[in-house]
């Protein structure tokens, strides 16, 4: 269904009475767009919302005063990164005229677009663009819950899980075992389990050669696994050991208190234990109402407006992108083709139909990389995969190969972070 300027601005009299902000104060008479999330996705769509529409009113609510980046965060568990090298802040963003409030979005009345935050203020907008990234299903996972955590990491949101999981590496004795739980899919970055692994495999063979890596897996299958499994079996053998979903990798229950994961075959006994447990949208997408039953936010893959909600649009990891995965390049694409749609939309322009480009890298080891890249278009509804487009690593190539890839790894979250945060 076509969006016009008139429904564009509807709501915008109701709205402007009701705005309540700190300095910079909302123009009253200018379109006004609120992004919520300030994350790869959020950031670089409120950026690029004040470049292509420098009238916009544009205001970013991010909770926190730091973002702390996944991408490259698996080198800081492995003991070869900072934990500094992952943080920006927001400075260059309101550089640029977008509003930043350190605050969390309460609830949301699509009806009257109006966003309530925690500390009291209320913004209206004439377009929402949510950015939530994912949230965990606590209790899903038998014994798995918000305090298990605190024994058992997840660390897939980069911060304080990351370091406590590095820790618990550095603490443990040479010749244990250490463990991690993959989930099914779909989840953030569907290759960084297995990053994960190969880089923690890298910190066991060179600091504690007599220990063991398990990775009980909710799948058959994973992104890149032929290149990974190929380095496993070049750079680890013996130490890590992948074990599917049909040969009883699923597992079905923990228990922190005995450090025991369980599946339909076996019990495991860690030293370590990297839980990363079934995922879903951030909450404020199904407070908002632009979540279904699968837990995710389908959208219209030309502007990436909310299938369920009017005047929403929802970025990045929380959307039923199709083919294109979860992870911090999909989520810029994706932005940027979301602000590029609300550009259009009040021009009374019919948006044009995109193209996005995904490129993943992964560390097997400091100086081994591999990747993949693909291209989606809309198709039926859905973002599908350009053909013939797109591709891996090649699956033999020599070591100086593998080493500029992992060159290319650093340059592109230089050059990611960098358009997001600088």
């Not at 969390?104 to 663009?129: C, F, H, I, K, M």
């Not at 820790?167 to 075992?177: I, K």
């Amino acid at each position: 269904m076509r969006t016009t300027r008139r429904a564009f601005l509807g709501g915008g009299a109701v709205a402007a009475s009701t705005v309540l902000l700190p300095a910079p104060t909302l123009a009253q008479g200018k379109a006004r767009v609120v992004v919520l999330g300030g994350g790869f996705a959020g950031t670089i769509c409120a950026r690029e919302l004040r470049r292509v529409e420098p009238q916009l009113t544009v205001t970013l609510v991010e909770v926190n005063p730091t973002y702390t980046a996944c991408p490259f965060s698996n080198s800081v568990i492995a003991g070869l990164r900072d934990i500094a090298a992952q943080r920006f802040g927001y400075d260059a963003v309101r550089a640029e005229g977008v509003a930043v409030v350190q605050d969390q979005a309460r609830s949301v009345d699509a009806q009257r677009r109006l966003v309530s935050l925690n500390g009291g203020s209320t913004l209206g907008y004439d377009r929402l663009v949510l950015a939530p990234g994912i949230d965990f299903h606590w209790g899903s996972l038998p014994g798995y819950d918000e305090a298990a955590a605190g024994s058992m990491p997840h660390a897939w949101k980069a911060g304080e899980q990351t370091l406590l999981l590095r820790r618990q590496l550095e603490a443990m004795a040479d010749g244990g075992t250490v463990v991690i739980s993959a989930p099914a899919n779909p989840f953030r970055c569907p290759p960084g389990p297995y990053e994960r692994a190969s880089l923690i495999a890298y910190y066991l063979k060179s600091k504690k050669p007599r220990s063991k890596l398990i990775v009980l897996d909710a799948k058959d299958s994973f992104s890149k696994q032929r290149l990974f499994q190929a380095a496993w079996q070049q750079l680890y053998p013996g130490l890590l050991e992948w074990v599917s979903l049909s040969n009883g990798g699923k597992v079905t229950k923990v228990d922190p208190a005995t450090r025991t994961l369980v599946t339909d075959f076996a019990t495991y006994k860690d030293d370590v234990a990297n839980v990363i447990p079934p995922q879903r949208v951030g909450r404020i997408a199904e407070i908002a109402g632009v979540s279904d039953q699968t837990g995710w936010c389908p959208i219209d893959p030309i502007t990436f407006e909310s299938r369920l909600q009017t005047g929403i649009h929802v970025i990045g990891d929380a959307v039923i992108a199709g083919a294109m995965p979860k992870s911090a390049f999909g989520a810029n694409a994706e932005a940027k083709v979301c602000a590029a749609g609300i550009a259009a939309l009040r021009r009374d322009e019919t948006p044009s139909s995109p193209k996005l480009i995904n490129t993943c890298y992964s560390l097997v080891a400091p100086d081994y990389g591999i990747s993949i890249a693909g291209v989606y278009h809309p198709l039926n509804g859905r973002l599908a995969d350009v053909e013939g487009a797109g591709g891996l690593s090649p699956a033999e190539a020599p070591p100086d190969f593998r080493a500029l890839e992992a060159s290319y790894a650093e340059a592109w979250f230089r050059t990611i972070t960098a358009e997001t945060f600088a």
